[in-house]
């Protein structure tokens, strides 16, 4: 993580073009709002990045209990590929939410059972319920120390609790904002999910502008 040294920038421009970061903006438009040019607010903005990654990093001890939703989702490439195989050049990421709670995200080399289950065991409360989709990498939930409940995308459930519909939002979410960038290096993805991760638990703008200028504080004034 490269977060090193203070910002050259004065607290008046930083606090600018963190108001353009917090409401979405890329960082040409934020450079050519803020008067700053694109190498300054592109690199400011990739170090806000690695602020929020450096945080999240230290709360993703934290573990989650209760209703818990499970999937995974593949981001860029051109192509649909096959599901846990590489899927075409695309990132395999997967995520676990807690039904009125957070998001956590990570960046997975497969979506075998042998990867999904340490990190559900890591990060869920034994006895908590997961619901899960029919992929069967998640065929090992069924005799694990989680209740598991499977969700079937062709058969319509009488049980309104029987679904993933957050975690699937989250994945539109995060796409939705990643594609307005129009590209990014590959290198930088995990920075630009973890902002996404961040977005998602913290969904009231305000709420985020002060956590992220105090952030700003900490690690470049």
Not at 173 to 183: E, I, L, P
Request: aromatic share 12%; with cysteine.
């Amino acid at each position: 993580m490269g977060i090193v040294g203070k910002s050259r920038l004065s607290h008046y421009k930083q606090d600018r073009l963190i108001e353009h970061f917090v409401s979405g903006s890329t960082s040409l438009t934020a450079a050519r709002l803020c008067g700053v040019n694109r190498k300054t607010s592109g690199s400011f903005f990739l170090r806000l990045r690695e602020i929020i990654a450096l945080e999240l990093e230290v709360e993703s001890e934290a573990m989650f209990g209760g209703e818990i939703e499970v999937d995974e989702s593949y981001f860029g490439g051109r192509r649909k590929g096959r599901r846990g195989r590489g899927a075409g050049g695309k990132i395999p990421v997967f995520g676990l939410l807690k039904r009125g709670g957070k998001v956590y995200t990570k960046i997975i080399p497969n979506a075998s059972s042998a990867t999904l289950m340490p990190i559900i065991e890591r990060k869920v409360v034994p006895d908590s319920i997961v619901y899960s989709d029919s992929w069967t990498g998640y065929n090992v939930l069924d005799v694990s120390a989680f209740k598991h409940f499977r969700i079937n995308h062709w058969e319509i459930f009488a049980d309104k609790q029987n679904h993933i519909d957050g975690i699937e939002s989250f994945w539109n979410q995060a796409k939705r904002h990643m594609r307005k960038f129009n590209g990014f290096p590959k290198a930088q993805f995990g920075l630009y999910l973890k902002e996404c991760e961040w977005r998602f638990n913290n969904s009231d703008p305000l709420d985020q502008l002060s956590q992220i200028k105090q952030w700003v504080n900490h690690y470049l004034r």
